[in-house]
């Protein structure tokens, strides 16, 4: 998918491609028709193609905005003590399934007044810390 998008002020003028550092654009000509490409794996995001277009035709600015795009979106599961926000309930599974138990959904601050036991069955193996380890 490219996030690089002309407006229908292009004329197709080719200064985007002349100018663009990583050489994420190109042209092809097909019958009579000029298409304008664009590889995404290549581009920079330098913005450079928006910067010297004279029509004022590429539409890159949400690329330049710093704003997040919402990828995934997962149930939360929090803290049974104090409503902490802890990990989704994916990631809950997915420990369960390792320890073969249902994991306790309790914060890092309510976790330790458990018994030592209990807080080496909940911890993730690669969150454990040196002490527990021993
Ligand atoms: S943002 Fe930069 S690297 Fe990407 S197409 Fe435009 S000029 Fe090329
Ligand atoms: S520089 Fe602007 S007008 Fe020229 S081809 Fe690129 S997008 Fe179209």
């Given at each position: 998918m490219?996030?690089?998008q ?25 019958g ?22 004279p ?8 690329l ?10 997962m149930d939360?599961?929090?803290c049974?003590?104090c409503?902490?926000?802890l ?10 399934d390792?320890?073969?138990k249902?994991?306790e ?20 193996k690669?969150?454990?810390p ?5």
């Amino acid at each position: 998918m490219s996030f690089f998008q002309v407006n229908d002020k292009c004329n197709g003028c080719l200064a985007c491609v002349q100018n663009c550092p990583a050489t994420a654009l190109s042209y092809r000509d097909v019958g009579e028709k000029r298409k304008l490409l664009h590889n995404m794996p290549r581009c920079a995001r330098c913005g450079n193609c928006w910067r010297v277009c004279p029509q004022d035709a590429v539409e890159f600015q949400h690329l330049l905005n710093d704003q997040w795009d919402e990828v995934a979106t997962m149930d939360l599961l929090r803290c049974v003590v104090c409503g902490e926000p802890l990990y989704t309930m994916d990631f809950s599974d997915t420990l369960a399934d390792k320890l073969d138990k249902n994991v306790e959904n309790l914060c890092s601050l309510h976790r330790k007044t458990l018994p030592m036991d209990t807080w080496k069955r909940v911890t993730p193996k690669k969150t454990k810390p040196k002490e527990v380890e021993k």
